[in-house]
Structures are given as structure tokens and as C-alpha cells.
């Protein structure tokens, strides 16, 4: 690759001018900031410069949430089972595993020679000490929910049971065997996933919380970090120890937290990146127009969606609960306000999920109008007038798209008579207060970590950490269970189906949109492939 001046240093102080007549401190100094920015890509070095939405918060791939953290955790992290290139389930850190005529037990062999970045052995404990540290109450991970599926999950995160009884067993430095409570199909999904990815417990034991900070941290994926200088970029390089690390085509990422879309696609546009996430929706056209083979359009396998505090007055109503979900239109915001290709969303799981399909709510095709005055009527059952409206507060995110919902979610609520506040918490506090139960409404984003329906469903279940509505209901409970134990698909999704009316018959959650994936990827990215969910660096090579 050929040395890049970034777009927005040429011609900076230098138009107009020749080299030659720059003093000599001055030429210095240029060059020496020429030579240490991290767009420069010396030394020959294949390069891949990713724009991001949000800084994050951890790069512990147990704790990490969000569709931005998960694109990194895929370059850092690798666990039993991967996705080719086609996003076909492959054997990752295992050679093969094997099934039991049950459905209850899974037998994995670990390949040969695996190590971790920093040239220790990787074995079949460190994912025993992995998986029960994620569902360690203790440890409150984001990702212990991803094990429910595993014998004594649930319990451990209740504090019923000690992490040490989590179906999980080394047989030997390259056997894992692992127990399920029910057999669940889509157990090496789950696999894929990063949150079971095995972490370096040499290393988390010696740092504690700051494993994971550039120096420390150690993995097992492609890639390693390198560098990470807060709100400004993460550097990851090649991992020399990674088990295909010849296969590995790009030497360098960088991933640029980039949470303005105009910001990102202006500097695609100049040349200082060379793949954006979502993309400014007046921009669009424009760009169909003018840039249409950089444009990359997918619908993406998450969901938009309001969460409600269904233990804090007046929400613990259903009435009210329900008068909030009927009276937003959801095809005006999808539509008319986003404009970007989202979908309006009646349902949890989204349309995209495969062998689940469509899933709508009974009064998705009443009348917008009818609804809006079914609400008025319930927010009146429920003791509120014009002269004692409901009042409360919708903490959304502080994203540009997240502002402009907001403002339409308040109008849209306020014709049925409500009063609403709009706040947004911040990224870094949000997840804190809604453990804690300090929100009203709050806006969330979910994308599923495995391709099964169960990976919506479990939002709501009842010991599940993400489950910040508070929601409980042993019968949906039990039926998540039931669910594991069919075979069937087309059985099995008629009833999770089912399962998914009863909860969202409650209105503890209120789903808005599928959001759609849009990304902006230059012409010398070579295999990008709009069909997949992830796009990690390792399968993509760089052509000038």
C-alpha cells in the first residue's frame, strides 16, 4: 500500500506553497506529524480504516453491548465456533464437536498449538473459567444471558447456585465438554457469539478492571490491540499467534468512534476512511446518485425499541402502558422521519430473523386514528385528564437519528394527552440506571448476538440483565424453556411466536424499528459481502 496523506492534511497551510521554500524546522515538523498520524500507514503497511458510532466503554467481550463494540470483539476475540466468509458456522478454537443422541451434551476438541497473543497456551480450562465468570452474579456481565441454554446458568445468575455447578467440564487441555438444561438447536449459534469467547485469565487475574487497556489486554483473535487513544481511535494489529494468521490479509485497523453521520460520511468522502456506518438519511439520495458503488444497504438483525419501567407508577398500569404503544405511529417515523430504509416494528424480533418470519401485533392494522383514540380512553381509565395529565420523562439516545424519533415520540404522545420530558443519560451512565430502575420510558437498541429468535425473546426474561423493564412472567419463562426442547422449526417458531404475544400483550417493552445497515465502503475494501452481519478485517483485503 502506498503511503496516504489524509485528505484533510493536504493542502492545509501548504496550498500555494513549495516545500522548498518552508524552513527547515517547519518542514520537520510537518513530516514528523505527517509520519505519526495513524492514517499515514508507513512502512508498506496494508491498512483498513473503519468509522464507528460510539467510543466504548469496555473491550471485555463478556461486558461489551452494542453493534459497534461487537464489530471490534470479533476482531479481538475468537470462540469455539466462527463464521466463514460466506456466515456458515465453522469450527473457530475447536477442531469439531460432537452432539449426544439427547441434545444435552456437547463434546468439544480444541485444535492443537492455540495460544493466546501473548504466546501462552490456550486451553480447555480458560473456557471453563470464561463461561463461569460471565454468569458469575458477581461479575454482573452483560453477557451471562448468552448461557442460559447451559446447565445451572439460570440459577448462577439468580445466586442460587455456585458458578463452579455451570455445565462446563475440561476433560483433558483440549476437551471441553458442555451440559445443556434443555437441548437447544441453536446452541453453536450462541457459540459465535463474542460473549462466549474464552478470555486470558492470567491476564484478568493480574489486572483486575484494567485488563483490557492497551498493554495488558491479550486475545485470541486475528487481531490485537495496539493502541487506543480515548475518543479519537482504537489500532489493532495483526495477531502473529492467531491460529490462521497466514490467511490474515490486512495488517492494520482502525476504528474511529464517529457518532455525528455527517462527520463520518464527510470523511469518507475525502479520504480518510475507507468504510461508515450509517449515513446521514438526506444524504441518500445524493449518494445513490453520485457514489452508488460505495453505498451499502442491509436490514439489519436488531431492533429499536422503548423500555418501560413497568415497577415505577403509573407505569406498573397496563393501561397506561398500552395507551403509550398504540398511540405512536410507527410507519410516519419510519417513513417520513427516518427515511433511511427502517422498518417499522410491531414485534420484538425482527422480520430478517431466519425460520421466524413476521410477527405482528393485533393493532398494527387498526386505524391510526382508532388507536389514537383507544389510548385518549385508556389514559382516562386510568384516572388522567386534562387537568391531571401523565407526566414522565423518555431518556433516548443522544444519536441524530435518536433526537429527531424523540421529538416525534413527545408530539405523538402529547395528542393523547401526555405531558413528556425528553433527556438523554449518556451512553456511559445509561445501562447503570436502568439496572438501577431510575428511568421512566428509555429508548434501546438490541442486536442479536446468534440467529435465533430466543436471542429477542430472552430481553424479557425474568433473571435476564437486559431485562431492565422488570417484566416477570413464569408462563413466558417456561415456554422459552419449552422451545429449546423442540426440533421442529416450523413447530418451534409457531410457538415462540406465541410466546412473544404473551410477553409484548403486557407492554413492558414497546418495539419502533428495524433499523437498516447503512455503510458507506471504498472501492479498495475487497470482500465485503452485504449478506453478512459482521464484517471482520480478516476476511477483507485492501487493493490500491
Known sequence: MKNRIPANRLGAGVSGTTWSALPLVLLALALGAWLASPASAADNKSTLRRGTANELRSLDPQAVIGNSGGALMYELFEGLVTEDRDGKLVPGASESWSRSDDGLTYTFKLRQGLRWSDGVPITAED?????????????????????????????????????ESLGVKARDALTLEVSLEDPAPYFTDILAGFPTAPVPRHVVEKYGSSWTKPGNIVGNGAYILDKWVPNTYYKLAKNPNFRDARQVSIDEVFYYPIPDRNTGEKRFRAGELDVVLNIPPNRLAWLRKNMPDELHSTSALGIRYLIINTKRAPFTDIRVRKALSIAIDREIIAARILKDGSEAAYNLVPPAMPRYGRNPAPFSSQPYPQRLDEAKKLLAAAGFSSSKPLRFTLDYQNLEDGRRVAVALQSMWRSMGADVQLTTTGFENKDTSMRNGDFDVSWFTFYAPYSDATAFLYLLEANNARNYSKYSNPEFDEMLRAANRMHDPVERAAFLKKAEQLALSAYPVIPLFVPSRTYLVSKRVQGWDDRMDTHMARYLSIKD
Open 127 to 163: 473456557f471453563v473459567y470464561s463461561w463461569r465468570r460471565v454468569v458469575d452474579p458477581k461479575n454482573a456481565l452483560r453477557g451471562a444471558g448468552t448461557l442460559f441454554p447451559v446447565r445451572n446458568a439460570v440459577a448462577i445468575t439468580r445466586g442460587k447456585k455456585a458458578p
